[in-house]
């Protein structure tokens, strides 16, 4: 696998904004439309679209909002320019995303069918439709009831003001440009043709050509799309509305910048030079770990502060029971927690978030590098050309090459300036085009290891991520199932999470919402990549660590023997580590040791995050009740005089005006189709749909596990808070736990199938006595989930130890 980061020229894109008289015009100017378009226009019902002005209407994605200087999304965001606008946020996404539905809404009758199957055409493009090379073959239709489907939702009782959602049955291909169309085919709800907007028929007509201004872009943009149509066969005088867009990068941020810390980890300052490194950080001792002595199971669990204040809440008594609760269980279970050791020490990670309290909120990862976009628009311009020609010869960058992966890599750190002294790339947005991140600072980050008591080459290691608002030590629950097999297990915290904190009060083991900060999506994005970074940062460290004289004095490390476990948000994350680790080391020479995993094991993991969260019931209802409050004024009066926590105000607020729920509910939609376009870059079904990860083929050893009815992580889009049969999401094949094991081909083993199975690609199903946090200990006063909770550990500790299921699931009854 190798992701190629090449300059490709962008749109002729353009960013809408206001109403200018900067358009040039021939033809008539009374703009006299031709009599089909009249008549479109003039239809019962029509496409909502409005090109400017303040009732600017243009459904997304469309590349009219594509910029062309950077290849980034720039979406009109109105009077609010912060980065808690998300379509402001939106703005650091390299395209749209691959999995979310398209809404187009109309007004007029409306439409009145559930399924729209005509008149709803979809095509991917082996080009850029501005490419003049473009020719039909290069054109690809996509089947309905294959790839996509088309539905309609009413907002009224009479069908007025509804909405045509194009869903995709499984994610578009990211990187790739296409073109949906939709004809007068559609008919609304009195089985009358649909028609097209005013401001659509402007452009889409001959009698007025625009020759130069916004108009003339969206006007040649859109006859091109037409242009293309009607090659496929489509007649230009029915179609009402067309958009071209291009899908964003799905893990080249990730992926790239995994490919240059491990190739630079002895000399990461000889890349992340300069600008790259704004703080000018000691990057000499990254990698670097130390190691502490070890205690006893017993003696480290009772002295241990850091699960006192993060697991247990800081509440001593709390604590107690919580540790005396973990032997119980392991006793249940037979499991020895005398022959095992507990030790803690840091590993030095680069961090590129900002970690200073006024900015670790609003600030995302930014470029190392300008970007190549921007640099190949500014060669081509006559002002700039020479300037920036000049630079790039200077730090010995050959202008023509920029295609060449050595010569970007000298980009890294060099700052461009335009003739009057400013940065060519100011923004310094990451992108494919600019895709690797300034190092911030450098942070010792503390692990906690729990070792066999005896360490030989038989000895394998597991790498643990927690779930959010969690922390590294509740891996005392399991941690003797793991050492009972032979497996040293080591983890470290998520960003924001346990002593990572940044303060008592700015922890996510507070509010999840520090990390998944709502008010800036992408730094939301950017806390989870720096999961996936830190991940394969203790990877890398593992690899260059000498043992000797260590808790781990006896293991050699090497390709084959380091798995990688996660619950929950761990399982998230660490989904996207294991595959960009994986897919690293094969551009990487002789990287096995420092980038290789033999397994992975997920137990309460799922994808599609924006969808899931939002079905979270855990979760849901807060992040709900948060929004709400900014996009629902009689929401926020109630907010306002509301005593309660912030889920059980929304909770109560759904069960006393469900009608008034379902009105909010569509009005957060904007919202989950911005935080899915910016997270479906680390997104593991986004990971796991990408050629460049997996294909259908893949046989590396997974493991799935799921609890019946799980209120955290669904099982699948029809679940979590939900309490009709109705789908929370148009996209509910990509929503939770399920979803992700189908897409990955796992074998499910429930109380009715498979019961037997003995494999490296299992989906175990626990019933509804199970929770979403078996893996840690019990949860029903009566103990009698006890026998799931030995049961899920059991079985992750077996595959984890040979990569494989076995044997087979022993309590089946405890199975769905």
């Not at 060449?404 to 461009?416: D, R």
């Not at 904190?501 to 950017?526: G, H, T, W």
Request: a negative charge.
């Amino acid at each position: 696998m190798s992701k190629k980061f090449s300059i490709s020229l962008l749109a002729s894109a353009l960013i809408l904004a206001g109403c200018g008289n900067d358009n040039q015009v021939t033809g008539d100017p009374t703009n006299n439309l031709e009599s089909y378009l009249t008549e479109s226009i003039n239809r019962a019902t029509t496409i909502k679209f409005t090109l400017q002005g303040k009732d600017a209407n243009v459904p997304l994605p469309t590349n009219l909002f594509l910029n062309p200087e950077d290849g980034t999304l720039n979406i009109p965001p109105g009077a609010d320019t912060a980065i808690s606008n998300p379509k402001v946020g939106m703005g650091y996404a390299d395209g749209f995303a691959t999995s979310t539905p398209i809404y187009i809404s109309l007004e007029g009758k409306g439409l009145a069918s559930q399924t729209v199957s005509s008149g709803v055409r979809v095509f991917k493009l082996a080009k850029k439709l501005t490419d003049s090379t473009l020719v039909p073959t290069d054109v690809t239709e996509l089947t309905f009831g294959v790839d996509f489907v088309a539905q309609s939702v009413k907002k009224a009782s009479d069908n007025s003001d509804s909405t045509l959602i194009i869903v995709p049955i499984k994610p578009l291909d990211e990187k790739s440009e296409y073109m949906f169309v939709l004809t007068d085919d559609i008919t609304d709800s009195d089985g009358n043709a649909i028609g097209t907007s005013s401001s659509y028929a402007s452009l889409k007509t001959s009698t007025v050509t625009y020759t130069s201004g916004s108009l003339a872009s969206a006007q040649s943009l859109i006859k091109g799309q037409e242009k293309i149509a009607a090659l496929k066969g489509i007649d230009a005088k029915k179609i009402v509305y067309s958009a071209w867009f291009t899908t964003q990068s799905v893990g080249d941020v990730v992926f790239s910048t995994t490919a240059k810390l491990t190739g630079y980890r002895d000399n990461l300052a000889s890349l992340w030079k300069n600008s790259a490194n704004p703080s000018s950080a000691d990057l000499s001792g990254v990698y670097g770990m130390t190691f502490g002595a070890t205690s006893t199971f017993s003696d480290a669990l009772t002295a241990d502060t850091a699960f006192t204040k993060y697991v247990a809440e800081g509440d001593d008594t709390k604590s107690a029971t919580m540790k005396a609760g973990i032997a119980t269980v392991y006793a249940a279970g037979s499991v020895n927690t005398t022959n095992l050791n507990v030790s803690r020490g840091t590993v030095t990670l680069p961090h590129f978030l900002e970690s200073s309290l006024d900015k670790f909120s609003t600030t995302p990862f930014e470029s190392a590098m300008p970007s190549l976009a921007i640099l190949n628009n500014a060669l081509q311009d006559d002002d700039l050309k020479g300037v920036i020609g000049a630079q790039l010869v200077s730090a010995g960058i050959n202008p023509t090459s920029l295609n060449s992966p050595a010569e970007q890599e000298k980009l890294v750190g060099l700052e461009l300036k335009k003739p009057d002294g400013t940065a060519l790339d100011s923004a310094r947005i990451l992108s494919r085009y600019s895709y690797i991140p300034k190092i911030k600072s450098v942070k010792e980050v503390p692990y906690i290891l729990f070792t066999p008591s005896t360490v030989d080459d038989n000895t394998k290691l597991v790498i643990y991520q927690h779930g959010i608002t969690s922390a590294k030590e509740n891996l005392y629950t399991f941690a003797a199932n793991l050492t009972g097999e032979n497996l040293a297990v080591i983890a470290i915290d998520h960003p924001l999470h346990g002593e990572r904190s940044l303060s008592d009060s700015i922890s996510a083991n507070k509010d999840a919402l520090f990390y998944l900060n709502l008010k800036a999506l992408p730094v939301a994005r950017d806390n989870m990549r720096q999961s996936v970074l830190d991940l394969i940062g203790l990877r890398i460290a593992l690899g260059k660590a000498n043992f000797a004289s260590t808790p781990l004095n006896g293991f050699t490390i090497s390709g084959t023997n380091v798995k990688l476990m996660g619950h929950s948000l761990g399982g998230i994350t660490g989904f996207t580590s294991l595959a960009t680790a994986q897919a690293a080391s094969s551009v990487v020479s002789g990287s096995d040791n420092f980038l290789k995993f033999s397994s992975g094991a997920y137990p309460n993991a799922g994808g599609h995050i924006a969808e899931l969260l939002f079905a979270s019931a855990s979760f849901g209802p807060q992040i709900k009740h948060n929004l709400a409050k900014e996009a629902d004024k009689s929401y926020a009066a109630y907010a306002s005089s509301c005593q309660l926590k912030d889920a059980d105000c929304y909770k109560n607020f759904e069960t006393a005006q469900p009608a008034a729920a379902k009105t909010i509910e569509a009005k957060l939609i904007p919202f989950k189709v911005a935080a899915q376009t910016l997270v479906d870059t680390v997104d593991p079904y986004s990971i796991a749909s990408s050629a460049e990860y997996f294909d259908s083929g893949n046989t590396f050893p997974s493991m799935l596990v799921q609890s019946d009815g799980d209120q955290t992580v669904p099982n699948n889009g029809y679940e979590g808070q939900n309490t009709s049969d109705e789908p929370l999401s148009p996209t509910v094949a990509f929503v939770g736990t399920e979803a992700l094991a189908t897409k990955l081909g796992l074998t499910a083993i429930t109380g009715s199938s498979n019961t037997s199975y003995t494999g490296s690609r299992p989906f175990v199903q626990f019933n509804g006595t199970a929770s979403h946090t078996s893996l840690l200990g019990p949860k029903k006063d009566d103990n009698s989930d006890v026998p799931h909770v030995l049961e899920t550990r059991k079985v992750i500790a077996d595959f984890l130890e040979n990569d494989s299921l076995t044997p087979a699931v022993a309590n089946t009854a405890t199975l769905e």
